[in-house]
């Protein structure tokens, strides 16, 4: 059980690191588009002023939940605004601490999921049901956005990436802290 525990402790700090680096470092300006300075304070004084006293929230530009919105939005351009009316800081502490608290639980499921389901199997047979569960799950959650909701593909292509290497990462660490298989009688 200790092996389990420390293995979903040091693989949630793993899948931390890989998320940082996608993320948090300028490698993340490869998922996203720059409007430009002047485009952008523009567009958020507009959010601030028509979406700020709805509060937080997804909003889809336009609405396509009537008439005019559903014209609209065959129409184009259309957006999915994810708003917060607080402003937050670039790293933002809380979030970089949410996020490891994040996946220290999840790769604890991992982990016992992984004592469960892979007992006997090597560090690589482990590891390659990881990477399959992870490209399973991910694909279509990420690469889903794309396909239902005409998102943009590259944003959400690199997130699956990082997402996949972020489970492999955990899952590598947690396969090596696993018990080692028994070695075969003779």
């Known amino acids: 059980m200790t092996r389990i525990l420390l293995g979903g402790l040091l693989g949630g ?49 336009p609405w396509p939940g009537t008439p005019l919105g559903t014209q609209a939005y ?24 949410g996020g490891l608290v994040l996946g220290i639980l999840c790769a604890g499921l991992l982990a016992f999921a992984l004592a469960r389901l892979t007992i006997g199997m090597s560090f690589a047979q482990r590891l390659t049901a990881v990477g399959l569960f992870a490209i399973a799950f991910t694909a279509y959650s990420q690469l889903g956005q794309p396909v239902f909701n005409h998102a943009p593909w590259g944003y959400f292509i690199y997130s699956w990436i990082s997402e996949v290497a972020g489970w492999l990462a955990a899952g590598a660490v947690i396969a090596w802290m696993l018990p080692k298989p028994a070695a075969p009688q003779t």
């Open 74 to 97: 065959g129409e184009g351009p259309i957006a999915m605004v994810l708003f917060n009316t607080n402003g937050f800081a670039l790293p933002d502490t809380a979030a970089l601490v």
């Open 13 to 61: 700090v793993a899948m931390w690191i890989v998320g940082f680096i996608f993320w948090g470092t300028p490698l993340s300006m490869l998922a996203t588009s720059n409007a430009g300075d002047s485009a952008s304070v523009a567009i958020q004084a507009v959010l601030a002023q028509h979406l700020g006293p709805n509060g937080s929230g997804a909003y889809p530009i």
